[in-house]
């Protein structure tokens, strides 16, 4: 099934980590650039976002990801990653992430849990399927009222 030893798929996982923070942190895109955050990913990657996220949908292959960064940037002024637990070490992996971010379009801040799936084959991730535990307000969060 796959070819990866859990501690290889832990180690990709957790460069790609580390290598998303950094991204954030010097700003985003127009700030810093995808190309750390590439080889981390196969070219025929594919992460499903809930489609009632700002971010929704299925983004493909490097380019889809390049563009889901550019869409969690312009939602997410700030996305914290304060704890993760590794629920499952082996593929695909389970990741439990406690997020502190901040809404750019409305400055609300949350914290909420996301679980992740991921799967890496080859020393590469393949396939992101993350769940969100309310949609819903973060969709809210995101969203400026006009009432």
């Given at each position: 099934?796959?070819?990866?030893?859990?501690?290889?798929?832990?180690?990709?996982?957790?460069g790609?980590?580390?290598?998303?923070?950094?991204?954030?942190?010097?700003?985003?895109?127009?700030?810093?650039?995808?190309?750390?955050?590439?080889?981390?990913?196969?070219?025929?990657?594919?992460?499903?976002?809930?489609?009632?996220?700002?971010?929704?949908?299925?983004?493909?292959?490097?380019?889809?990801?390049?563009?889901?960064?550019v869409?969690?940037?312009?939602?997410?002024?700030?996305?914290?990653?304060?704890?993760?637990?590794?629920?499952?070490?082996?593929?695909?992996?389970?990741?439990?992430?406690?997020?502190?971010?901040?809404?750019?379009?409305?400055?609300?801040?949350?914290?909420?849990?996301?679980?992740?799936?991921?799967?890496?084959?080859?020393?590469?991730?393949?396939?992101?399927?993350p769940?969100?535990?309310?949609?819903?307000?973060?969709?809210?969060?995101?969203?400026?009222?006009?009432?």
């Amino acid at each position: 099934m796959t070819t990866s030893s859990t501690t290889d798929a832990e180690v990709v996982l957790k460069g790609m980590y580390a290598a998303e923070a950094e991204y954030l942190a010097a700003g985003g895109p127009g700030k810093a650039s995808f190309a750390p955050l590439a080889p981390f990913f196969a070219r025929h990657v594919v992460l499903r976002q809930a489609d009632s996220l700002p971010y929704g949908g299925d983004w493909r292959g490097h380019a889809g990801m390049e563009r889901f960064f550019v869409a969690m940037s312009e939602a997410w002024e700030s996305f914290d990653m304060v704890e993760q637990t590794f629920l499952s070490r082996r593929n695909p992996l389970v990741v439990l992430t406690r997020v502190r971010a901040t809404a750019r379009a409305t400055g609300r801040e949350l914290e909420f849990p996301i679980l992740q799936t991921i799967t890496v084959e080859h020393g590469r991730i393949i396939e992101v399927l993350p769940f969100y535990w309310d949609t819903a307000a973060i969709a809210a969060a995101c969203t400026e009222s006009t009432v």
